[in-house]
Every structure is written in structure tokens, then in C-alpha cells.
């Protein structure tokens, strides 16, 4: 009976991600078409909604997040705190505000307590839209140093995004180029 | 399709769960045949210096022991660690000498979290722990672009640790005794477990987990996890065999 | 074991009659350590671990001015029991200040923003200093595992530095084995007050931070699961009343000028904006509301309190706040320290309000004042469409 119990609330927290492959090639994630040089393993896991990770080496080590289709007045992750509520993005944002509601969101959903430093705000033309991009640094909870890099564009009122984000030694340089080429070939 | 915060994912603290059931299993598998298992896999057959001898550094060793009280609190126990650890690490030393190899030991007094040294630790420990995941985990944690091959890096910058002690290899060491601190949600769910299904825990549950990585290429060349429950690993006869299963399969002639 | 001065505490009507008139002793000798093979020895043991770790820790600040002055006034503070303190400025926007059986404290950075002056301070560390000088880490541990019947966990990491940062939750699922008792905190006041007054600080600062801690808390109108927690457990106001009748003891030191700054003030006006973009980001708009409004009252620069009630108006968004934010911003456009920042703000607020040649100005003057910011080339994305 012991042993059964033990058995069955095991089951439940192999609540781990499940990996397919992503091959290089053209891709359509979350209504953002783009062309990846090489391959990636797709998670299961997910930040919300209208969300879909990717990773290299798994989430630890590397990431690449895509969030698409965000409307006015809703929010990037599900938010689960009263104490520190998700901000909702809004249709008429700037580069600044967008900035802002990333690097919120993202220590909002950290319990508040990244200290994220966001920078090299930037445009970038991508094919039919401009796009915005940022780079980001910060310590996670165990004290290793991540970076991120973050591409935002906005259509039709909507907001979608991808973050890669990854340890900052030989993690992030490692796939620095790939990601640069996967946010250069974005379409919306 | 699993729902989960993105925070978690995002410094990758929650796939402990997949690690901890595992490792629940592992450790009720170990109790009821009162032996260790471990899980090892090797990239190299020996171990090669440009040197006369190959070096190996040890790192700092990452032990605790705790003491589970029958109402659950855990209390950290000084000596039993201190002696725990002392005996641990001269058992791995003797073992390395007897394979032929020479051992040193790390210090760093470098504090600043920037530093590549203390940034080489805690890149470590999330790649050790990417291991557990993905390499020893379940079947489904695997990566398929990894095709089966076990890829696992600290990078270019290792070569500082080389430079700075002429080491060829830098061997890295996990190890609790009972639950504590390291993998907090593992510890509270497997005792939960535990407590909630046996009522009192019946010894306690040893685990660990230990790497070599390349100096030169930064490349880990031999990982071995480690579930047992051996005794008592206070005594220097158990922490002799705790550092006997922890250097399992590890390369040598 | 830690959390010191949450409000959450219940002071309700358990002061001792007699402890007012009580002169308070330490109970250990400077320099304890205790035999590491006691119950005493392992919990020290495993908060030395957590030292460690913090001691390469990035929510750690290190040798800043800062830094210096609070180890500097702890010393003072500690006396004889100097030797025995270590202070570890924490990043955590939040007002606290915590102690440890080893002698480590920690003290947030939220509460640098919330003490006016150094007396306040003093205040504070004066209480923590109180509960290692009288081994309450220890008693509380020794009480916890006698009484509680559940597992429960001791889990001293960095995620501890957080724990209290969003504080209700975490707090109830560590009730009674991470805090101190209700007497604890009852004596770690009295002696606290003792501490300062014998120093030459103010013994009353310690009711004027309680006061507005009070009024930061009760500014807060947006979050229901604090302000019924506030409405519920109101005794504050209890703390004060018996803070007020050990201060009696002491009588007043004589203040320095109040018109000037204090060293501790000017160390924390020079670290302004840091410390308050951390404020800022927590989203209490009320709460800071009350804060800039005392830090306009202390005499901090009239540049950082227009400019951070600009940002708040412009972060939080509400019927009016971008107009709002636009004057203040202008006004703020006008000081050295904070004038590339309002124009570059004026900027994107201007072109929101279609106001294209006031936007190309403000970026313009922003760029003036930093060619090389990181953000140039959005700013020249903008100079050139707006065009």
C-alpha cells in the first residue's frame, strides 16, 4: 500500500519537458515565420498561452522562447501573483514601454527578484516590418550569469516576441549567431 | 501539454522534479537491497597529460549531512560534515593515487560573482544538472539533436583553471547524505514522501553525483551519479566506499 | 531565525510590565562560538555555509561608500561585539534588516530608502544587534523543533535572501521556525532603543520609522491580500505606544542641524537612482508615492524627486499620469543629474501625444547630453521619421 502511494505521487511530479525535433529550415511558431540554420529540440513546456521554447542543451543551459499574438490589455506570462501583477501590454507602446514590459514580466515571474539589466535598445528591418531588439544580463537564483538577447515586433496591435536566453559563458556565444539569423529572417 | 511558470524554466530550477522522483525511486530500490547504484558514463578510457603525470584538480567538494528528526525537521550536523567531507576527499585522494594519477586541490579566494572562476562553478552546476535531465534521466528528457551522444561542455574558459594550476582535469563532487539543502524541492518532496509513506525515515538516503571535465577542451569526459544507502557515512569505513561508488567507472588504466 | 521587522508581527497586549524599567544584558561574551557537535554548532554551521555562499553572491553589494558607513555604525553600535558582526548590504527593494546566530546581518537595500536619516538607521540596526546579543536565533531554533509536530525544513540558500520578498506567503509557510517570537521582538525594541540612546543617536527615530513604515503601508490601496493583512493586524500602532514609554528612559540627544544632510543621507542620495529604479519596479505606486513625498521632506535633491514622481506617473499608466509625467519631466529636463533621462522620457511621451517636433527637441537634447548611449540608435530610428 506504502509502496503504491509512493509509486503514484512519483508518476505525478515526472512532470518533466518532453523533447521533438525542430530540423533547420523554415518554421511558422506562434504566427512568426522564420528559417533556423540549424536543429533545436522543441519543449513541451510552455510560458503561457501563446508561447513555445526551444532549447539546444536543455532550458538550463539554453533557451529560445517565442511568444506571438499578445492583444491589448493582455499580459506576456500568466500572471499568478496579486502582489506583483503582470503588466498588460498595450497597442500603443513604445520601443521604451516594450522594453519595460519584458524586463518586468520577466522579474515579475521571478517572484520580482531578478535584477535585470536591460540595454542597446535597437530597430531592426526585418522583411515588411520594423522590428525592436534589446540584450539583457542578469544573475539567476543560483547565481549564474545569463544573458538574453530579445526581438520584438508589433502587427496589427499585436505583440510577438522570441527571447533567447542562455548562460552567459560559452552557452550564449555559442548560438549568438544562429539566433541573430533565426530574428533577421523573421516575418510576420 | 504541460503548463508551467516561465520563471522556473527560465533559470531551470524545476525539472528537479523529474530528478527527485527518479531519485526517490532510485533510493527505495536501494534501501530494499541495501546497496548503491550508480550511473556512469565515460567519453575517454584513460586520462592523458602532456605532462609526466596527469593532474587532476580536485574542486571543491559540495557535501552536506543532515540529520532527519523523526518529526521531519532536518538538522544540518557540523562535525558529522566536516569529518564526512575530510574523509571523503582523502578517500578520492588515495584512489586517484592509486590509479596512477596525482590529485591537487582548488582553492580560489576570488569572491566576485563576475569572475569567470565562480562563474565556472555555477556553469557546472547547471550543466551537471542538464546531465541528470537529459543524458540519465527518463527516455522523454532526452534531446534528440544530441542523436544519443553525450555532448557536454564548460567551455573555452576551463582553460583558466589550467592556466592557473597546470591541472589536466578538474574532477567535480556532489554528495548528500539525507536531503538537504542542494535541489530544495526534491529534498521537501522526497521527504514528504518518505515521512508521509513510511512515517519515520529508515536511514538515511545518500546521493551525489561527480565529473571529470577537460582542461583542455572544457568537455565533461566521465559523469557517475550516485544513489545509496550504505550506512553511516560519518565512519571513515563508509566514506571510504561513498568515494569508491562516487569515482565509479572512472577512467583509469 | 530571521525577518526582524515585518509588520506582520503581532504586537497585540503581551508586553511585560516590567521589562520598560529593565536594563538589558548580553547573553553571550563577544567572540562566542558554540561546540560545533551541539544543536547550536550545526545550525551555525549551516547559516557559515550560507556565508560563504552569499560571499560570492551577486544580490550581494560590495566596498561601496555605502557599505563602508554601515559597517562603520554597526561597529560603533556593537562596541565590544564588533569583532563579531558582518554586515552584507542585500539588492532587495523591501524594508528589512535580518540577523543571524553567527553574527552575519543583513541588511536590504529597501530599507535605505526608508530610514530618513542615520538615527533611524540606527534605530534598525540597533534592534537586530539586540537579538544576536541576546542568542534569540538560538532559542527560536530550540523552540521551533520542540513544537512542531510537521515536517518542516531549514533551508538556508540563496533563495532565502528572497524569501521575504513578497513576504505573506512564504512567511506562513515558515511560520514560527524562521521568525522571531512576539516577546523576542518585544525585547529586541527595548534593548534597540538602549543601544541608540547610549550611542548619542535619537532613541525616538525609532517611532518615526515605525510611523511612516505605518503610512507607506496604509498608502497601499491596490493590493487586497496586504491591506486586509494591514486591516486585520493593525498594532503597529502598540509597538509605537511602547516604544514611545522605553524612550522616555533615554530623553533626547542632542540632534545635529537639521537642515543639512547627514553623511548617511548624502551616501544614499548618491545612489538614488539605483536604489530607486529597484522601488520603482515593484509596481506600489501608492507606497512609493509616500516615500518620495518623505524624501522630499527630508530635503533630498528636488531633481531626483521630480523626475522619480515622473516616472511613477508615467509607469503606472492612469487617466492623466502622461500629462502628469510630462511636466514633471520638464522640470526634472532642467537639472544636470537628471536631465538626459527626462528628455529622452519627453521624447517618447511627446510623440505619443503626436507632438512630432517637441519629440525630435527632447531626443535631440538627449543625444547632446549622451552621444554614446546605449540607445542611439533608436533614438536616431526616431530622428529620422520623425523628420
Wanted: hydrophobic share 40%; with cysteine; glycine share 6%.
Amino acid at each position: 500500500m506504502k509502496k503504491i502511494s509512493i509509486l503514484a505521487l512519483a508518476c505525478m511530479l515526472a512532470a518533466c519537458a518532453h523533447y521533438s525535433l525542430a530540423p533547420e529550415g523554415a518554421h511558422t511558431v506562434q504566427g512568426m515565420s522564420f528559417v533556423s540554420t540549424t536543429d533545436w529540440n522543441k519543449s513541451s513546456l510552455r510560458s503561457g498561452a501563446k508561447s513555445e521554447v526551444w532549447t539546444k542543451d536543455g532550458e538550463r543551459l539554453n533557451q529560445l522562447t517565442f511568444i506571438g499574438g499578445i492583444k491589448d490589455g493582455q499580459t506576456i506570462f500568466t500572471s499568478r501573483s496579486k502582489e506583483l501583477p503582470m503588466p498588460e501590454f498595450r497597442a500603443n507602446m513604445l520601443p521604451n514601454e516594450l522594453m519595460e514590459l519584458v524586463v518586468t514580466s520577466l522579474k515579475n515571474s521571478s517572484g520580482g527578484e531578478l535584477v535585470i539589466d536591460a540595454t542597446n535598445l535597437r530597430p531592426q528591418r526585418l522583411q515588411g516590418s520594423i522590428g525592436f531588439r534589446f540584450d539583457m544580463s542578469y544573475y539567476d537564483s543560483n547565481g549564474l550569469a545569463r544573458r538574453a538577447d530579445c526581438i520584438m515586433v508589433k502587427k496589427d496591435d499585436r505583440l510577438n516576441l522570441i527571447i533567447f536566453s542562455a548562460a552567459g559563458m560559452h552557452y550564449y556565444p555559442k548560438e549568438a549567431a544562429e539566433v541573430d539569423s533565426i530574428f533577421s529572417s523573421l516575418q510576420l | 501539454m504541460q503548463n508551467v511558470t516561465f520563471f522556473s524554466r527560465w533559470t531551470g530550477a524545476s525539472c528537479w522534479f523529474s530528478t527527485a522522483a527518479k531519485v526517490v525511486f532510485l533510493c527505495i530500490a536501494a534501501f530494499a537491497t541495501g546497496c548503491a547504484t550508480t550511473q556512469n558514463i565515460s567519453q575517454v578510457e584513460e586520462l592523458s597529460s602532456a605532462g609526466e603525470k596527469v593532474a587532476i584538480l580536485m574542486m571543491p567538494m559540495d557535501v552536506e549531512l543532515t540529520e532527519v528528526s523523526a518529526s521531519g525537521l532536518e538538522e544540518p550536523q557540523a562535525d558529522w560534515t566536516e569529518n564526512a567531507a575530510k574523509y571523503i576527499s582523502q578517500a578520492i585522494d588515495a584512489r586517484i593515487a592509486k590509479y596512477g594519477y596525482s590529485a591537487s586541490t582548488y582553492e580560489s579566494r576570488i569572491k566576485d560573482p563576475a569572475s569567470d572562476t565562480v562563474q565556472l562553478v555555477k556553469l557546472h552546476e547547471a550543466v551537471g544538472q542538464s546531465i541528470l535531465e537529459h543524458s540519465l534521466g527518463a527516455e522523454e528528457y532526452k534531446l534528440p539533436t544530441k542523436k544519443g551522444r553525450f555532448e557536454w561542455t564548460l567551455g573555452e574558459k576551463a582553460g583558466l583553471l589550467k592556466d592557473e594550476t597546470g591541472a589536466d582535469y578538474a574532477l567535480f563532487v556532489f554528495f548528500r547524505d539525507s536531503f538537504a539543502t542542494g535541489g530544495r524541492i526534491a529534498q521537501q518532496i522526497a521527504l514528504a514522501i518518505l515521512t508521509q509513506g513510511n512515517h519515520q525515515v529508515q536511514g538515511t538516503p545518500q546521493i551525489g553525483f561527480s565529473s571529470l571535465v577537460d582542461l583542455e577542451s572544457g568537455d565533461v569526459v566521465w559523469f557517475n551519479q550516485l544513489v545509496q544507502g550504505v550506512g553511516d557515512s560519518r565512519k571513515q569505513s563508509v566514506a571510504n566506499t561513498v568515494a569508491k561508488n562516487l569515482l565509479a567507472g572512472f577512467p583509469a588504466k | 531565525m530571521r525577518l526582524l521587522l515585518s509588520l506582520l508581527l503581532l504586537f497585540a497586549s503581551l508586553a511585560s510590565v516590567a521589562e520598560g524599567a529593565q536594563r538589558f544584558e548580553p547573553t553571550l561574551p563577544p567572540g562566542y562560538a558554540p561546540d560545533k557537535s551541539t544543536d547550536e554548532g550545526g545550525l551555525w554551521y549551516q547559516v557559515e555555509r550560507f556565508e560563504e555562499q552569499l560571499q560570492t553572491s551577486p544580490h550581494i553589494i560590495r566596498n561601496t561608500a555605502l557599505t563602508e558607513y554601515l559597517e562603520e555604525l554597526v561597529c560603533q553600535l556593537a562596541g565590544d561585539y564588533c569583532g563579531s558582526i558582518r554586515v552584507y548590504l542585500v539588492k532587495n527593494p523591501h524594508f528589512n534588516a535580518s540577523m543571524y546566530p553567527n553574527g552575519m546581518m543583513h541588511v536590504h537595500t529597501g530599507l535605505l530608502l526608508r530610514v530618513a536619516n542615520a538615527d533611524e538607521l540606527g534605530a534598525v540596526l540597533g534592534h537586530e544587534l539586540a537579538h544576536y546579543l541576546r542568542s534569540h536565533s538560538i532559542d527560536q531554533w530550540r523552540n521551533a523543533k520542540k513544537s512542531l509536530g510537521i515536517a518542516a525544513f531549514i533551508d538556508i540558500g540563496l533563495a532565502a535572501l528572497h524569501e521575504d520578498l513578497h513576504g505573506l506567503a512564504r512567511d506562513v509557510a515558515t511560520v514560527g521556525l524562521m521568525r522571531y517570537n512576539r516577546e523576542q521582538e518585544s525585547e529586541a525594541d527595548a534593548y534597540g532603543v538602549q543601544i541608540i540612546a547610549t550611542h548619542g543617536y535619537d532613541p525616538a527615530a525609532s517611532v518615526s520609522l515605525w510611523k511612516y513604515i505605518e503610512a507607506e503601508r496604509g498608502a497601499d490601496k491596490s493590493k487586497d491580500t496586504s491591506s486586509i493583512f494591514f486591516a486585520t493586524h493593525p498594532k503597529v500602532e502598540n509597538r509605537i505606544a511602547r516604544l514611545k514609554q522605553h524612550i522616555k528612559r533615554y530623553g533626547k540627544n542632542p540632534k545635529t542641524d537639521e537642515t543639512d544632510l547627514d553623511e548617511f543621507q548624502n551616501l544614499v542620495v548618491a545612489e538614488y537612482e539605483g536604489l530607486m529604479d529597484e522601488q520603482i519596479a515593484l509596481q506600489e505606486y501608492e507606497q512609493t508615492a509616500e516615500m518620495i513625498d518623505r524624501h522630499a521632506a527630508i530635503g533630498y535633491p528636488d531633481s531626483l524627486i521630480k523626475f522619480y514622481r515622473a516616472e511613477l506617473h508615467r509607469q503606472r499608466k492612469k487617466f492623466g499620469d502622461e500629462r502628469a509625467a510630462i511636466d514633471l519631466y520638464r522640470k526634472a529636463a532642467t537639472f544636470e543629474r537628471t536631465a538626459a533621462r527626462s528628455h529622452r522620457e519627453l521624447g517618447y511621451l511627446y510623440i505619443k501625444h503626436g507632438l512630432n517636433d517637441a519629440a525630435k527637441d527632447a531626443f535631440e537634447s538627449y543625444l547632446e547630453i549622451t552621444p554614446n548611449a546605449d540607445d542611439r540608435e533608436m533614438i536616431n530610428f526616431y530622428l529620422e521619421t520623425l523628420r
